[in-house]
């Protein structure tokens, strides 16, 4: 064995070593045209592109309830790499179907802090490039808003994820407003994901309309659930009850937003609709308390969901790593009518302001 100048000599050029094959595996990659980070500029300006519909999964949490997370989730690298190639420069995380609805209490309990102990620590290995919302288990409507809370003030989680029923009840069923208060009080912003249909603690009436060709649970099922839901928050009074909600709705909000002047003029017709003591008309929601992501599929119907909601109250989402789009800044880009103020806002300045996140 040599002595100890010689050691620290080899392993002087050892690290040396290291260092210039990392330049040279940098040069050849560059060389070869392997994709690097998109840098996304609007006006003259970097934008910093936020997507707050990213799945991910802790697989060990999944298995307390024996459900199997393959395809919720992709390996970092690859995670890494399709933001890099698509111009995603942070993900916003969160963990879905929501495979916990059907946990008892202790379960529910333990598998949510692993959870959303998992995602803190993904975030703090990688705080340029993700920030999480946190798992609350709502079928346990207090415990809920404790892991809400617990999420956000100890773990640094920006909000929660949710879906759009909880084992077949409504979310503006009174049982849940300790968590809605929770999530006022807190200030944060919750993502509603649809559970979607032909999931086992999904609405089983419906799942059989559903069954046969075309995927009609995930495609038609997704946002008719999200519809539904935003529907019943307005109609029960839920968002009137707590005016300072922020709520985002996944795959475009929904089919709500296209469709809302429907919704409006229900409004005046009754019977079954009393306008009051709805304070506002269901469109209005969609301009204060409600938000959409980005996830539908041409241009025009960008425009018209910023029509609807306006440009403060759109933000990207992709469905990472569910293959719905694969170029969710050119999107938001050709998308005509738009300012450039708009853009940077939609790419990513609103998501900024609502999860907290430095620019
Ligand atoms: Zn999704």
Request: with cysteine; proline share 6%.
């Amino acid at each position: 064995m040599s002595n100890r100048r010689e050691f620290l000599k080899g392993a002087a050029s050892a690290a040396a070593g290291i260092v210039f094959t990392g330049c040279s595996l940098l040069k050849a990659a560059q060389q070869s045209g392997a994709p690097r980070r998109r840098q996304v500029v609007v006006g003259g300006q970097r934008v910093k592109t936020i997507d707050v519909h990213a799945h991910c999964a802790i697989p060990a949490a999944a298995k307390l309830v024996n459900r199997d997370v393959t395809g919720q989730d992709a390996p970092l690298e690859d995670r890494l790499k399709a933001m890099d190639a698509e111009g995603i420069d942070m993900q916003a995380l969160s963990i879905n179907p929501f495979w916990y609805d059907e946990a008892d209490r202790d379960v529910a309990t333990k598998l949510i802090q692993m959870q959303n102990e998992g995602l803190a620590a993904l975030c703090a290995a990688h705080p340029d490039r993700f920030v999480a919302f946190a798992s609350v288990a709502l079928q346990f409507p207090d415990l809920a808003a404790e892991q809400l809370e617990e999420g956000v003030k100890k773990l640094g989680l920006r909000g929660a994820a949710i879906a759009g029923h909880v084992n077949g009840d409504e979310l503006s069923n009174p049982k849940f407003n300790p968590f809605w208060a929770k999530a006022e009080e807190l200030g944060v912003l919750i993502f509603m994901h649809p559970l979607q249909f032909g999931n086992p603690t999904g609405i089983r009436e419906l799942d059989r309309r559903f069954a046969g060709n075309g995927r009609l649970n995930n495609v038609i099922g997704n946002p008719l659930e999200t519809t539904i839901f935003f529907s019943h928050l307005m109609f029960d009074g839920t968002l009137d009850r707590y005016p300072g909600l922020k709520i985002c709705g996944a795959h475009g909000g929904g089919y709500l937003p296209s469709y809302v002047d429907r919704s409006d003029h229900g409004c005046l017709l009754g019977p079954g609709c009393n306008p009051w003591p709805l304070k506002k008309r269901p469109s209005e929601y969609f301009r204060e308390q409600l938000y959409a992501d980005s996830l539908i599929f041409t241009p025009e119907a960008l425009r018209h969901l910023v029509a609807v909601c306006g440009a403060s109250h759109i933000m990207i989402g992709t469905d990472y790593p569910f293959p719905w789009t694969t170029t969710p800044v050119d999107h938001v880009l050709s998308t005509p009518g738009l300012s450039d103020a708009d853009k940077r806002a939609i790419l990513g300045g609103n998501a900024a302001k609502l999860l907290r996140i430095a620019t």
